[in-house]
């Protein structure tokens, strides 16, 4: 693949400098800008002689180093600097010239600018990166989506940097416009979840069965033996194995219990109630995050508010380390059903016939939430692609049914020795409301029913009914 220089990289911060190195790496020629030009220096002295990277100090310099037709990735932070980037560029570029959005762009705003780079004779990518700086120098996980003919021109290059498979790469096309990033953030919506999981295990670990921090380790470390094997699950181990150098305590009991968030998985959110998809699990991790960042009001709500009445607080045993895993597994299966569910009705509405099944081939490596369990997901769409639901497929329902009567044991647990866990057991009520023919919905309709004449229907006819509730009592028909 060496020889003329077509890929660009705009944007040398920790990914964009990643990802140039990564290009390099592979003997693919590389041009290299940055903003501030005194960082392009600074990479091309540190990396300039790791492969054929070619560094330009400014926006022309940077265009006139790559060969027609054109393909600039641009690595900037979401938002205004993207609008920026493609203002600054455009005017140098050529028809047939093809800009990437490599960034957490909010697919919206990628469709938005799909259009109006259309309408200049250019084509545009928005593309999903994922794998944090590591992923991005030895290979990510990566999603575009955009114009089909510009991904043909950038499909080597792409599939040559991410993370590999069993030979398959951890990238594909996944759709037209906004289809790329989508993915993506439904991504990391799924990684709040996880890390959100996994954080409320930990909690019940420590606070029920009373283990000390390198024991929760030991625990974790175990776990990512079988089904729960993942990167997360592998991080865990080592974060809460690390002891602090300054106290000698562990690590975990110095940080700030605050936790922060870049705004995917509020995007995640925020998508699943315009779509009307029920997206509890991934609401709740970031819900929880929100409630984390309140910790001045939480210290002064812990010296006010009661908690349960003491009761049997005994440190549970061994056995429910093994409950705690089996909720967990069966919670991660409940948030990765929401989220596929997600794309499934985005794909649909937005006409994008994501292969979902590629998805979670292309997240197997690479990314933040890669996992064995991606296989078993991957499967699943292989044999049915037009699944309502991935809790419709044998393996996820049997995991789920054997999992359940721990996973109860888990919620009520927590309940009663008031330990949070949000992303447990609004899983679990998902999943209990999900399994259901019918529900209380019928009260709520009574009730929309009676304040505001929202009218109803019926069970044993058709057609829609109000009740003169305040005059005659009387049932009349309202509709077809
Ligand atoms: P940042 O998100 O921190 O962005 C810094 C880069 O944006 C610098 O190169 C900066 O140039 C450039 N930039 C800014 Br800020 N405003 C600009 C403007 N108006 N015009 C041109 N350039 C501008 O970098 P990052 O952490 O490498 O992330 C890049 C993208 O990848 C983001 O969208 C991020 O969300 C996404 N992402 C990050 C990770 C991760 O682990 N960090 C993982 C996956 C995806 P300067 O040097 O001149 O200020």
Redesign the pocket.
Same mark, same amino acid.
């Given at each position: 693949m060496a020889g003329e220089t077509h890929f660009g990289i705009?944007?040398?911060?920790?990914?964009?400098?990643n990802l140039a190195r990564n290009v390099a790496h592979h003997g693919i020629p590389v041009a290299v800008h940055?903003?501030?030009a005194s960082?392009t220096e600074r990479f091309m002295a540190e990396h300039g002689q790791e492969g054929p990277i070619t560094g330009a100090g400014s926006v022309a310099d940077f265009v006139a180093a790559l060969e027609r037709p054109r393909t600039i990735m641009a690595?900037? !932070?979401?938002g205004?600097?993207v609008d920026?980037?493609i203002d600054?560029l455009a005017p140098h570029l050529d028809e047939g010239d093809t800009l990437v959005d490599?960034?957490?762009?909010h697919f919206r705003d990628t469709q938005r600018r799909t259009r109006a780079l259309a309408d200049r004779g250019l084509r545009f990518l928005g593309v999903g990166?994922?794998?944090?700086?590591e992923g991005?120098l030895v290979g990510p996980s990566i999603m575009p989506g955009g114009d089909r003919q510009a991904y043909a021109h950038v499909e080597d290059i792409l599939t040559t940097i991410a993370a590999q498979v069993d030979g398959t790469p951890c990238c594909t096309y996944v759709g037209p416009d906004g289809a790329g990033h989508y993915v993506k953030m439904v991504h990391n919506g799924i990684e709040y979840a996880d890390i959100q999981l996994i954080a409320e295990a930990y909690d019940l670990l420590r606070n029920c069965v009373g283990l000390e921090v390198p024991e929760v380790a030991d625990v974790f470390v175990g776990w990512n033996e079988g089904d729960l094997d993942s990167f997360l699950i592998q991080i865990t181990g080592i974060v809460l194995g690390k002891t602090d150098d300054a106290t000698g305590r562990p690590l975990v009991d110095v940080i700030v219990d605050e936790a922060e968030q !870049?705004g995917t998985g509020r995007w995640t959110a925020q998508d699943a109630l315009e779509l009307g998809v029920p997206l509890t699990t991934i609401t709740e991790a970031v819900f929880a995050r929100t409630l984390s960042a309140r910790r001045d009001e939480r210290a002064q709500a812990s010296r006010r508010l009661a908690g349960p009445r003491p009761g049997d607080s005994a440190a549970l045993d061994r056995a429910f380390v093994d409950d705690v895993q089996r909720a967990l597994y069966a919670s991660k299966v409940v948030a990765y059903a929401q989220g596929f569910a997600q794309m499934t009705t985005a794909s649909e509405a937005e006409g994008w016939d994501v292969d979902l099944g590629a998805m979670a081939t292309i997240w197997r490596g690479g990314c933040i939430i890669r996992a064995e369990f991606l296989d078993r997901i991957r499967e699943a769409y292989e044999a049915d692609p037009h699944t309502p639901n991935l809790l419709f497929v044998d393996y996820f329902r049997d995991a789920v049914a054997d999992a359940q009567d721990s996973w109860r044991r888990v919620v009520n647990v927590a309940t009663e020795r008031g330990v949070p866990v949000p992303a447990f057991s609004s899983a679990l009520s998902w999943y209990d409301g999900y399994r259901r023919a019918s529900g209380p919905a019928n009260l709520v309709q009574g009730l929309r029913d009676y304040f505001g004449a929202h009218s109803y229907r019926r069970t044993d006819r058709e057609g829609s009914y109000h009740t003169r509730w305040a005059q005659d009592g009387d049932e009349v028909r309202t509709g077809a």
């Open positions: 705009t944007g040398l911060a920790v990914m964009g400098a940055n903003r501030t960082k690595m900037v !932070k979401a205004p600097p920026a980037v600054e490599g960034g957490n762009s990166v994922s794998g944090g700086e991005a !870049k």
